[in-house]
Every structure is written in structure tokens, then in C-alpha cells.
């Protein structure tokens, strides 16, 4: 009775009792592709399944080979969670590959380098939306201090001083304006590392903050827009003018650029999957 249940539950773990996967895959009587207790995507088959294929599997290794690849790409900015979607993606087109259905497993392939590439650009976002949202705060709070606190902002700066630091303050949240709006638009991706993308998110603000500065500068001392400051409106243009020089940070070449991974991965010598296959299950 015990043996026929066995039988019936479809995942040959007779066969492949020596396998302890964290996560099979797919388990037939033919192969096993499963992902190990180190996170790693694995696979085994049978001699029977070797010997019969031996001479057809120009597609099936094609796929297995870029298959390794891709698990070789780095993610470490990534979820966890989203590393092992990834993976089981990969899985899934090794497991057609090794069914000899290689138009579905290059299919999937594309799909989980479009999963990869969507989390990528998500994590790269997050991060750079951060470093410029959390160093916009500090130039606000600063400048609310100053605002709440005229008086001794006058008597330590300046009047002109002061209104020059708020016009700084003016332009940071401008360049934080123009971060966002396009923030949709922006293809980093997150294997450049998380360090570069803080910086690129900080430095935007920064230049916005003295991109403003030198505007607001320009106007106090009527070089520019002086036909708009007539009337005890220098500051508020000075303001203004310092928001929409911030904004312009989008002009600004990106100190990130886009990695190309496909090419970057293929230069690099990388064991395959097929180097680690691990040959007949224990009988």
C-alpha cells in the first residue's frame, strides 16, 4: 500500500532520494532540476536519460549554458525574494530545455531576464529616489530654521546672505521637483551598487542647491530678470528663479550609466551548470 502511495504522488522521490533540494523545481524519472541549500540552481539526470540524448542536445546545453550565465549575474542589491523568482524562472526554462521543448525554454529565459531587469531598475530607483529625497530634507530643514528664525538669520548672514541660502534651499527642491517628474523615465540598473546611486541621487540635489544659488546671485545683482524685481519682488524672483535653476539638474550627464550585462557576463570565465552535473542518482 506504502509503495503504490509512493508511486502516485508523481515526484519520483524514490529515484532521487539522495537529492535534499530547498526548493525542486521539477523531478521526473529522467532529471531533476531543483535549487540547493546554497541558493544555487542545480540539476541532475539519469544514464538512461544521457545516453538516449547524447546525440541531440546541441539546444538542451545551449540552454543550460545560458541558462548558468544568467544565474552568474550579480544580485546582490535584490530581495531575497525576488533572487530566488528569478532563479525558479531560470529553472523552469532548464526544465523545458532538458524536455527538449527549447522554443518554450528560450521563452522563459526572456522572461526571467525581463523579471531580472524590471527588479533591477525598481531596486536602482528606490535607491536614487532616496538619497535625493532624504538630502532634499536636510537643505529643507535647514532652510526652515532660517525662514522661522529671520532675525538671527539676518544678523549672522545677512539679509542678502540670507535670502541667498533660502534661494539654495529653493533650488534643491527644485532638482528633487525634476528627479521625481521624470523619475519614471530613468533605465539605471542596480548592479552598478547601491554607493553610486546614493551619490548620484545626492549630488543632484547639491547641484540643484548651487545651480539656484548662482541664479538667486544673478538676480540680486539685476544681471538677469531685473525688469521682474521692481517693487520689493527681488526675493520671490530670487526664489523662483533659484527653483527653476535646480530643475534644470536634468541637463546633467548621469555619473551612472547603464551596464551591459549580457556582454560583461560573457567575457568572464564562468563554470556552467553542465560542469556541475553531478551524473546517475544513487541506486
Known amino acids: ?30 532529471f531533476i532540476v531543483f535549487i540547493d541549500e546554497v541558493n544555487d540552481l542545480d540539476w541532475e539526470t539519469t544514464r538512461e536519460y544521457d545516453e538516449r540524448q547524447a546525440v541531440n542536445m546541441s539546444e ?9 550565465l544568467m544565474e552568474e549575474i550579480p544580485c546582490a542589491g535584490l530581495h531575497a525574494n525576488a533572487i530566488f523568482r528569478f ?20 521563452k522563459m529565459l526572456d522572461k526571467a531576464k525581463k523579471y531580472l531587469n524590471d527588479r533591477c531598475e525598481e531596486t536602482s530607483r528606490f535607491w536614487y529616489l532616496s538619497a535625493a529625497s532624504l538630502m532634499c530634507l536636510v537643505f529643507i530643514f535647514v532652510g526652515a530654521g532660517i525662514w522661522f528664525d529671520k532675525l538671527s538669520a539676518k544678523q549672522l548672514f545677512g539679509e542678502t546672505g540670507m535670502w541667498l541660502a533660502l534661494a539654495a ?14 523619475s519614471g523615465k530613468l533605465h539605471f540598473d542596480c548592479l552598478n551598487g547601491r554607493s ?10 547639491w547641484l ?3 545651480s ?23 526675493a520671490g524672483v530670487m526664489l523662483i528663479g533659484a527653483f527653476a535653476a535646480g530643475a534644470s539638474e536634468r541637463f546633467a550627464s ?24 553531478k551524473g546517475v542518482p544513487h541506486e
Request: a positive charge.
Open 208 to 210: 540643484g542647491g548651487i
Open 254 to 277: 548621469s555619473i551612472i550609466t547603464k551596464l551591459d550585462s549580457s556582454s560583461t557576463h560573457h567575457e568572464q570565465s564562468i563554470t556552467t551548470n553542465k560542469d556541475k552535473h
Open 1 to 30: 500500500m506504502d509503495e503504490c502511495k509512493k508511486e502516485s504522488r508523481g515526484d519520483y522521490s524514490d529515484v532521487w532520494a539522495h537529492i535534499q533540494p530547498k526548493h525542486l523545481i521539477r523531478a521526473t524519472k529522467n
Open 169 to 182: 534651499v529653493s533650488g534643491s527642491i527644485g532638482a528633487l521637483f525634476s528627479v521625481i517628474m521624470r
Open 60 to 68: 538542451c546545453n545551449a540552454i543550460k549554458n545560458e541558462a548558468a
Open 212 to 234: 539656484g544659488l548662482f541664479v538667486a546671485l544673478a538676480i540680486k545683482y539685476e544681471i538677469i530678470f531685473a525688469t521682474f524685481t521692481a517693487g520689493g519682488k527681488m
Open 87 to 106: 532563479k525558479r524562472l531560470i529553472g523552469e526554462a532548464l526544465v523545458c530545455g532538458l524536455e527538449g521543448d527549447s522554443v518554450n525554454g528560450r
Open 196 to 205: 553610486l546611486h546614493y551619490l548620484e541621487g545626492v549630488s543632484r540635489i
